[in-house]
């Protein structure tokens, strides 16, 4: 590893912990710089300003992202829309672990400040959940998706407390609970869609329907199941 290549590498990790510490518009390139033990002007020799900076952190989680939505699209010729979820969530996981301080930065206050490079990672989790969605899917099921995205995209800045592996082991577990036909192991029906609910999810289906607020069609589509099956629960 070079000098430079060295030096580029200490900003960016300098930077990260700061913009943690600090929030990213209260940290000055100049603590950056101190932390590293450069000059400011040394610094700007690396990285034109805190944005372009900011991109260097972010860019590298989307590509990965990105990889692992086209990994999971690709599933769906062999796998259907289970492999697809499935891949995407469990990879998408696996990449917010490896990017956790971040995604800590990103809850905290990247939102209210514009770039181009935020700009990709919403678009990149936006078609995301649209690909593990489906074309054909409803607005519920849609939903579900986009719940089970911020399931496993939430609790890991949120949770400092917690080990990467139990985070990773909890997190799929409750994206599971809300795209249960993507679980390893789920056992599928004709079309992919379970015959069968378990008494805990069959307990969430009349729950749900007695509340007056989901239809029939949104619980199936949320516990990844017929409209027959979940009537057939509901008579019970």
Known sequence: MDQQTSTRERILHEAERL?????YHATALQEVADRVGITKAAL???FSSKVELLGDLLDPMTAELEQVLDDAAAQESSGGIGAVRGTLITGWLDVFLRYRNTLVTLLKELPATPSDSFNRLLRTMEHGIEVAAGAEAG?????????AVSAV???VALMP????DV???HLLAGAWRLLPESAPGARKGRGG???SLSEEDADLARTLYASGEHSVDSIAARLGVSRATVYRHLKK
Do not use: C, K, M, W
């Open 167 to 169: 985070l990773r082991d």
């Open 161 to 164: 407390q917690l080990s990467n």
């Open 44 to 46: 700007y020799y690396h």
């Open 153 to 155: 995209t939430d609790p």
């Open 19 to 23: 913009f943690v510490e600090r929030g």
């Open 139 to 147: 607005v519920p099921e849609r939903i579900a998706v986009a719940q």
């Open 193 to 195: 869609r379970p015959r």
